[in-house]
């Protein structure tokens, strides 16, 4: 089993910026993939970005493109999901999920994750 814990959500002014994080313990997989989704109230969950291990490859959805930024550090077992210029319409739950890399990994997939974190709530006031 696999565990995810996000954390740094918040309720931020329009413009701002934070850093959502992912802390996984567990079970340890030589090729994972760890992607963010996020879902804003009365809408679906959408693919916001991923990582890919132990490449580090990145892969974003394009759209929201540009103001994401998502990184990685191994050795803390930790994903980043940097935020800049926030908007009100990124207010959503976030998460964090993550799936072990057998052949193929299609991020933006939500289905083909094993393993999701409980969500940090972002909420970006105008």
């Known amino acids: 089993q696999v565990q995810l814990v996000e954390s740094g959500g918040g309720l931020v002014q329009a413009g701002g910026s934070l850093r959502l994080s992912c802390a996984a313990s567990?079970?340890?997989?030589?090729?994972?993939?760890m992607g963010w989704f996020r879902q804003a109230p009365e809408k679906e969950r959408e693919f916001v970005a991923a990582?890919?291990?132990?490449?580090?490859?990145?892969l974003y959805a394009d759209s929201p493109k540009g103001r994401f930024i998502i990184s990685g550090d191994n050795a803390k077992n930790t994903v980043y999901l940097q935020i800049n210029s926030l908007k009100p319409e990124d207010t959503a739950v976030y998460y964090c999920?993550?799936?072990?890399?057998?052949?193929?990994?299609?991020?933006?997939?939500?289905?083909?994750?094993?393993?999701w974190g409980q969500g940090a709530q972002v909420t970006v006031s105008s």
């Open positions: 999920a993550a799936v072990e890399i057998r052949t193929h990994y299609y991020p933006a997939d939500a289905g083909l994750y094993d393993y």
């Open positions: 567990g079970r340890t997989f030589r090729a994972f993939g």
């Open positions: 990582i890919s291990w132990p490449e580090g490859t990145t």
